[in-house]
């Protein structure tokens, strides 16, 4: 259906049924971008699987809806070594 310009349709089922939402979160976002409601739009894009996000952002881009998508958290650095001011204290 949205292929076909009917993001009205596609809208109106996905705001109808939890389940048709769940089952279908990326193509209900990009129904939402089609219609230019971004609220509705970020709030379907957290639905969808994570490895998602960029490409449906992307789309919704192209149909002139900007979503931001959040960047991955970077990874935590690991501790720091512990200097031992006495040689018998790194033993333990």
């Known amino acids: 259906m949205l292929r076909a310009g009917k993001a009205d349709e596609v809208l109106a089922a996905c705001r109808g049924s939890a389940r048709v ?4 979160a990326p193509t209900c976002t990009l129904a939402a971008c089609q219609a230019h409601d971004p609220a ?3 709030a379907w894009l957290a639905r969808a699987s994570a490895g998602k996000h960029a490409a ?37």
């Open 40 to 42: 509705t739009a970020r």
């Open 21 to 24: 939402l769940a089952q279908n």
């Open 56 to 92: 449906i952002a992307a789309q919704c881009a192209s149909a002139g809806t900007t979503l931001e998508v959040a960047a991955p958290a970077p990874p935590s650095p690991a501790p720091a070594a512990k200097a031992c001011d006495d040689p018998m204290e790194c033993r333990k």
